[in-house]
Every structure is written in structure tokens, then in C-alpha cells.
């Protein structure tokens, strides 16, 4: 589905995960709602503020991150699986199902995996 900012759901939650690894704050501001609500095993629904606060500045533990796909799902739902190394070493990954509307992200649902193990 196409959004008002021209970019289809998968395209924004795309560039909203590259944003979070660049700590590219701006960008994420302009893809996130100011209705926004983010929900994982750690955090339970927590608004846009606190998001920018406690969860986006955490890229600095990662070693890398790798998008492994993000494809649409049902309405306005956008699934998003990526893995990512951590400075410790351990590789994970995760889904998240974000809800895009109007070209901006209006929930996040992280789903956390366990470890990978290295190939």
C-alpha cells in the first residue's frame, strides 16, 4: 500500500531501522507518530518519549545489524526480521510487526529470538 509520504510500509520501517543503527534521530522523528507505542519483553507499551529515551540510543552495543527481511503483512502491518552481533559477541535476532499510516510508524511489537549460532 502506498503511504502519504510516498514510501510503501515496508519502505519506512526499513528506513526507520537503518535510522536506529546510524543514530540518525531525525530521520527516526520524521518516521515515528507522535502516537507512537513500543512494545517488547522489556519494555510494555511505552510512548514515543520514552522510546527516544530508554530504547533508541542503544545502538552503541551492537557490533552490527543485519536486516534479514521486512515484508507486509495484513492492513497497515509491516513484519520486520533482522539479526544483530552485540560487542559481547552474541548474535541474535528478532521480529518486530510495526503498523505504518500515512508514511509514519504508529506501534512496534519486537519479538525477541534467541541466540544464533555462529556459522
Known amino acids: 500500500m502506498a503511504e502519504a509520504s510516498g514510501l510503501s ?7 526507520c531501522m537503518e535510522s536506529y543503527v546510524a543514530q540518525d534521530r531525525a530521520t527516526a522523528e520524521r518516521l515515528i507518530a507522535d502516537d ?3 512494545t517488547s519483553p522489556q519494555d510494555d507499551h511505552i510512548d514515543r518519549a520514552a522510546f527516544f529515551e530508554r530504547c533508541f540510543p542503544t ?3 551492537l557490533v552490527s545489524q543485519e536486516i534479514l527481511a521486512v515484508v507486509p503483512a495484513t492492513g497497515d502491518d509491516v513484519f520486520a526480521m533482522y539479526e544483530y ?3 559481547t559477541g552474541e548474535r541474535h ?4 510487526l510495526s ?3 500515512d508514511g509514519r510508524i504508529t506501534e512496534t511489537q519486537v519479538f525477541f529470538g534467541g541466540r544464533v549460532p555462529r556459522s
Do not use: I
Open 9 to 15: 510500509g515496508v519502505d519506512v520501517v526499513r528506513a
Open 36 to 38: 507512537y507505542e513500543f
Open 59 to 61: 545502538a552503541d552495543r
Open 85 to 87: 552481533e552485540l560487542k
Open 93 to 96: 535476532r528478532n521480529v518486530e
Open 99 to 101: 503498523t505504518v499510516r
